[in-house]
T-cell receptor, first 113, second 115 residues
Framework: SQELEQSPQSLIVQEGKNLTINCTSS?????LYWYKQKYGEGLIFLMM?????EEKSHEKITAKLDEKKQQSSLHITASQPSHAGIYLC?????????????FGKGTKLSVKP | DGGITQSPKYLFRKEGQNVTLSCEQN?????MYWYRQDPGQGLRLIYY???????QKGDIAEGYSVSREKKESFPLTVTSAQKNPTAFYLC??????????????FGPGTRLTVL
């Protein structure tokens, strides 16, 4: 079965610093989804990547999918306290039933003002 | 506004009791999902339904039950058979297949605590 490993598990950065979160899959990714979660709340969709080498940006967040489609990174530029939360990557689970996503364990980001 | 609602936000249960978590969506989505989230863990799939009157077990279905009598509703019952039910429960839905996206939309979650 497919597994997603996220690194680091947690991250504390000073406001204004850049940071990167990684998501590595045990199998080829056919769709990689990044979500953000504030503690005790639901998940907010950030971006989806499908093609090898694809890169998408929204405001100060950039996500990339490598050419081999087994690793994705999420980069935040000039971090702000509003970026704090848990970032989860999810992938279409082609080993299971259609439409299901499997998720990494998440990366907890804290931004110190 | 379209979206997914879950109720209650907090739920306390005594050991041996069954409790039902509500999930409603007005997005006209066919597929709905229930996940469980524990501290430091990702989301684990409990049950999912791709169409009314049909549902399938996910990875950790033991001790849980669901129904899907209406498109808009997908309630989850946590039974007394679930040995460790204290967790954060998330409901999600997905639009009909229209290409390549499996994007799921999530509700705000229900935190269940067993006393």
């Amino acid at each position: 079965s497919q597994e997603l490993e996220q690194s680091p598990q947690s991250l504390i950065v000073q406001e204004g610093k850049n940071l990167t979160i990684n998501c590595t899959s045990s199998k080829t990714l056919y769709g990689l989804y990044w979500y953000k979660q504030k503690y005790g709340e639901g998940l907010i969709f950030l971006m989806m990547l499908q093609k090898g080498g694809e890169e998408k940006s929204h405001e100060k967040i950039t996500a990339k999918l490598d050419e081999k489609k087994q690793q994705s990174s999420l980069h935040i530029t000039a971090s702000q306290p509003s970026h704090a939360g848990i970032y989860l990557c999810g992938a279409a689970n082609y080993g299971g039933s259609q439409g299901n996503l499997i998720f990494g364990k998440g990366t907890k980001l804290s931004v110190k003002p | 506004d379209g979206g997914i609602t879950q109720s209650p936000k907090y739920l306390f249960r005594k050991e041996g009791q069954n409790v039902t978590l509500s999930c409603e969506q007005n997005l006209n989505h066919d597929a709905m999902y229930w996940y469980r989230q524990d501290p430091g863990q990702g989301l684990r799939l409990i049950y999912y339904s791709q169409i009314v009157n049909d549902f399938q077990k996910g990875d950790i279905a033991e001790g849980y039950s669901v129904s899907r009598e209406k498109k808009e509703s997908f309630p989850l019952t946590v039974t007394s058979a679930q040995k460790n039910p204290t967790a954060f429960y998330l409901c999600a839905s997905r639009a009909p297949w229209a290409g390549e996206s499996y994007e799921q939309f999530f509700g705000p979650g229900t935190r269940l605590t067993v006393l």
